[in-house]
């Protein structure tokens, strides 16, 4: 139960205000707003951004250098799973694939609502992977992303805006999103629960700061 109330006690405050006493500022070599990123080792990572962005460094962020975009639209997802291997996400339901080290990419249909945001995409292995979606849906694959099932729908007049999903493990999810509130499987994504948590009314903040 410990790290649940950790994870969750982090989900209330942003990077900048947790780590400002211990993380150096690093130049990302690129005047777009970056959305997200993730490490694949401790020297090798992406980062992914406005304008169809994506960089990667095997420096530990020292220099960074872009890599091949299938897109000029926002990124508000993206996750490598190795060097090779990795998916992005973004507007109108984007989501794309590469399996080359982003020397090329496959689009991949998530859902059928053109018109959805995918907000975040994680994977917790080469086939199992969740994504959240700013109209209130969250989605699960186990074939590496080709194919996506809707876990859950919040059909309300306003609906949840997803921001983002951590992984557990396989089956152990959470979602974050607005209005503070924090949802968590245990069986895949077939139900979801809203995990109690209190903090000052608005969206909890979309980077999760591990898997």
């Known amino acids: 139960m410990s790290k649940y109330l950790l994870l969750l006690a982090l989900f209330a405050f942003s990077s900048a205000q ?17 959305r997200g990123g993730n490490f694949i080792s ?15 460094t095997n420096v530990k962020g020292a220099k960074w250098e872009s890599v091949n975009s299938p897109t ?19 507007d109108n339901g984007y989501l794309a ?9 496959a689009q991949i249909t998530i859902t ?20 959240s979606g700013g109209d209130g849906h969250l989605f699960h694959t186990s074939n590496g992303g080709e194919s996506w099932t809707e876990k859950y729908f919040e059909a309300n007049l306003s ?5 983002s ?17 924090i ?11 809203e995990v109690n948590f209190v903090a000052g009314g608005g969206r909890v903040k979309r980077n999760f700061l591990c898997r």
């Open 183 to 193: 949802y968590r499987t245990t069986n895949s994504g077939n139900n979801w629960q």
């Open 159 to 163: 609906p949840i805006y997803f921001s």
């Open 42 to 56: 401790a020297d090798d990572g992406f980062i992914f951004g406005n304008n169809g962005v994506i960089k990667k």
């Open 18 to 34: 947790l780590f400002s006493q211990s993380f150096n500022s690093l130049n990302s070599e690129t005047g777009a707003y970056l």
């Open 112 to 131: 059928s609502d053109s018109n959805e945001r995918i907000t975040d995409i994680k994977f917790f292995n080469e086939n199992i992977g969740y994504a």
């Open 97 to 105: 694939k590469t399996e080359n080290g982003a020397i090329s990419w």
């Open 165 to 181: 999903v951590f992984i557990v493990s396989a089956s152990e999810v959470f979602a974050a999103a607005g209005n503070s509130r």
């Open 72 to 90: 000029s639209g926002t990124l508000w997802g993206g996750f490598f799973l190795d060097s090779n291997t990795g998916w992005i996400s973004g």
